[in-house]
């Protein structure tokens, strides 16, 4: 069974840093693109930031500069260091991975930040 499970959320101060992480486990030929996902209660899930397998990451404009996605190959893991912190970041953030050509969700983990 392929899996990804997420791990590092919890409660932070705001200007406060976090690190979250997602292992994907199971038969695994192929990891294409990994990220991260949030939401909040009444909105759409919105993407945070994503990389490819090849690296290359991109960012959502509220996170820029703030967040930083990198994924660990041999582990089949992708992080995401959050450092400086804000309010707004409070969400329940869920990991996102195409793997064996199919789309695989983490069960969410939450991350509060407190003002």
């Known amino acids: 069974q392929v899996q990804l499970v997420e791990s590092g959320g919890g409660l932070v101060q705001a200007g406060g840093s976090l690190r979250l992480s997602c292992a994907a486990s199971g038969r695994i030929f192929s990891i294409n693109y990994m990220g991260w996902y949030r939401q909040t209660p009444g909105k759409q899930r919105e993407l945070v930031a994503a990389?490819?397998?090849?690296?290359?990451?991109n960012y959502a404009d509220s996170v820029k500069g703030r967040f930083t996605i990198s994924r660990d190959n041999a582990k089949n893991t992708v992080y995401l260091q959050m450092n400086s912190v804000k309010y707004e970041d409070t969400a329940v953030y869920y990991c996102?991975?195409?793997?064996?050509?199919?789309?695989?969700w983490g069960q969410g983990t939450q991350v509060t930040v407190s003002s």
């Open positions: 996102y991975a195409v793997m064996n050509g199919f789309q695989y």
């Open positions: 990389i490819t397998s090849g690296s290359s990451a």
